[in-house]
């Protein structure tokens, strides 16, 4: 299976425009298990878009308990600790089935814990619920986890760039030629990678991730050379990302 490098990026809850959190697309066989962390004794306040829907999605009566029940869910995940953040948003999803944010938040926790078919049921809600697009790129993994890689690929390809930010775009590509390569089919999975972005007029985190898919895609198909250009670039821009001093040594 194809290796992809742990992202030490951030980004955003796509349909809560809030929270920065740590994201990557590595390959699930390559996760590491969750840590679990203690809880923290920090409180965490619920933005006024979050109580709102909650109050419109909530079973009577029960809004003040679900809202509890996610921000405490929101700071698990914060924390690492996604084995109680997914406890805890499911308990809130008892009460406010409705709540796209609550079935995205759940989806995530469920999908940084290993549990790629729960999770994958509770991201397609979030999908349906929402209209967004912007968790494609786990509803691929999670399908690419489970076994299923046509629909990875068939979920990757439901998107175009201009419908979602450019780091879920980057994954999705990511996603997508990994899938491929799964399967063998390097020559394809070099040509879904290259539609990423490799000269951005900033470097970030996620150009990081695609150059090192595309690199070790190369070195798969036997283009030393080129693959070795890409790990140079990389290890200018960040030193210790991932393996790249390695995966040069070998070279």
């Known amino acids: 299976m194809l290796r992809q490098p742990k992202?030490?990026?951030?980004?955003?809850?796509?349909?809560?425009?809030?929270?920065?959190?740590?994201?990557?697309?590595?390959?699930?066989?390559?996760?590491?298990?969750?840590?679990?962390?203690?809880?923290?004794?920090?409180?965490?306040d619920l933005p006024r878009e979050w109580v709102s829907e909650l109050r419109d999605t909530t079973?009577?009566?029960?809004?003040?308990?679900?809202?509890?029940?996610?921000?405490?869910?929101?700071q698990a995940f914060l924390e690492g600790d996604y084995r109680r953040a997914a406890s805890l948003a499911s308990d809130a999803k008892?009460?406010?089935?409705?709540?796209?944010?609550?079935?995205?938040?759940?989806?995530?926790?469920?999908?940084h814990s290993g549990d790629y078919k729960e999770a994958l049921r509770e991201l397609q809600a979030f999908k349906r619920m929402s209209g967004s697009l912007e968790q494609n790129h786990l509803i691929a993994d999670s399908y690419r986890a489970i076994g299923r890689p046509e629909k990875a690929i068939e979920v990757c390809?439901?998107?175009?760039?201009?419908?979602?930010?450019?780091?879920?775009?980057?994954?999705?590509?990511?996603?997508?030629?990994?899938?491929?390569?799964?399967?063998?089919d390097i020559e394809r999975a070099l040509s879904y990678i290259s539609r990423g972005e490799f000269q951005p007029k900033e470097v970030q985190p996620?150009?990081?991730?695609?150059?090192?898919?595309?690199?070790?895609?190369?070195?798969?198909?036997?283009?030393?050379?080129?693959?070795?250009?890409?790990?140079?670039?990389?290890?200018?821009?960040?030193?210790?990302?991932?393996d790249v001093s390695e995966r040069l040594a070998e070279i």
């Open 157 to 184: 390809a439901e998107v175009h760039p201009k419908e979602v930010s450019e780091e879920v775009w980057t994954e999705l590509l990511i996603v997508a030629a990994s899938t491929l390569a799964d399967g063998g």
């Open 7 to 44: 992202g030490e990026g951030t980004w955003l809850l796509s349909f809560l425009g809030l929270l920065q959190l740590p994201f990557g697309a590595m390959s699930p066989a390559r996760k590491k298990p969750p840590r679990s962390t203690p809880p923290s004794s920090r409180s965490f």
């Open 94 to 111: 008892v009460f406010a089935q409705r709540s796209p944010r609550i079935r995205e938040l759940l989806g995530l926790a469920l999908y």
């Open 59 to 74: 079973r009577p009566g029960q809004a003040d308990r679900a809202s509890a029940l996610v921000a405490k869910a929101l």
């Open 206 to 242: 996620h150009h990081l991730r695609l150059w090192y898919v595309r690199a070790e895609l190369l070195e798969k198909a036997g283009k030393q050379a080129q693959a070795k250009a890409l790990w140079e670039r990389i290890a200018r821009e960040e030193p210790d990302f991932f």
